[in-house]
């Protein structure tokens, strides 16, 4: 089987660069992480992905004077590692247009909220601001303007009425590294592309059920 060659870029803790790892893992997976990128040097998920055996790269942006500069550095590293698709798990830099357009339809992101609502950061707060009962989270495909992209899986996460942020947070992130994993899957087995501005499905199942929150 020829695997999707995947690169995942992180700045933090990266469990759900953890969950495609362990995806990737497991023999019949159509995709393999060919790369793991870190803007942030001493992001925890660095450690995690040096265990599991996969490759590391650190590029700190820091160390670039323009945003360009450091997108073209991280283009290069992408190519060097002959990623075909590019996933963004819990990367905190905007990248820029060029670089957005150079990925277009190969890059994708997870959000923990169900999109088009609550995007940027504070999420799971403005959530619970906002008083809704269901939320959840979001893989998208990534477009220039933040958090925009068209949404290729989305999971729905019941809102608790105790809930804070935190506790919101967890439970939306176990959703996370199952919907990951799913979406990457789907891709790499060419049953979801972006074909003209739309997202398309081939063989790909539905449930028919509805999640009512608070049920009595
Ligand atoms: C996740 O909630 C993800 O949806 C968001 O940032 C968080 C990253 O968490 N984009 P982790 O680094 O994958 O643990």
Redesign the pocket.
């Known amino acids: 089987m020829t695997k999707l060659k995947t690169a995942v870029l ?8 953890e969950a495609l790892i362990q995806a990737c893992a497991q023999p019949d997976y159509p995709a393999e992480i060919v790369l793991v990128l870190a803007n942030v040097p001493d992001a925890v ?1 660095i450690e995690h992905a040096k265990a599991a055996g996969v490759p590391v790269a650190v590029i700190p942006h820091r160390n670039y004077d323009t945003r360009d500069a450091f997108d073209s550095a991280v283009d290069a590293r992408l190519r060097e590692a002959q990623a075909d698709l590019v996933c ?3 990367f905190m830099r905007i990248l820029t247009e060029p670089f957005v357009r150079k990925w277009q339809g190969r890059l994708i ?4 909220s169900l999109l088009p609502s609550f995007k940027g950061t504070e999420v799971h707060e403005q959530a619970i601001d906002a008083g809704v009962r269901i939320s959840g ?1 979001t893989v998208h495909y990534v477009t220039p303007e933040l958090d925009s992209g068209l949404a290729i899986a989305q999971a729905a996460v019941p809102v608790h009425a105790d809930d804070n942020a935190e506790r919101l ?1 967890e439970r ?2 176990l959703a ?1 590294h199952k919907l990951y994993p799913l979406a990457l899957r789907l891709i790499a087995e060419g049953r979801v592309q972006l074909y003209n501005g739309r997202v398309i499905y081939n063989q790909v199942a539905a449930p028919e059920s509805t999640m009512f929150n608070p049920t009595d």
């Not at 992180?10 to 660069?17: F, K, L, T």
């Open positions: 992180i700045s933090g803790r990266g469990s759900n660069m998920g963004l798990a819990g992101n997870i959000h923990p989270c947070a939306v992130l996370e």
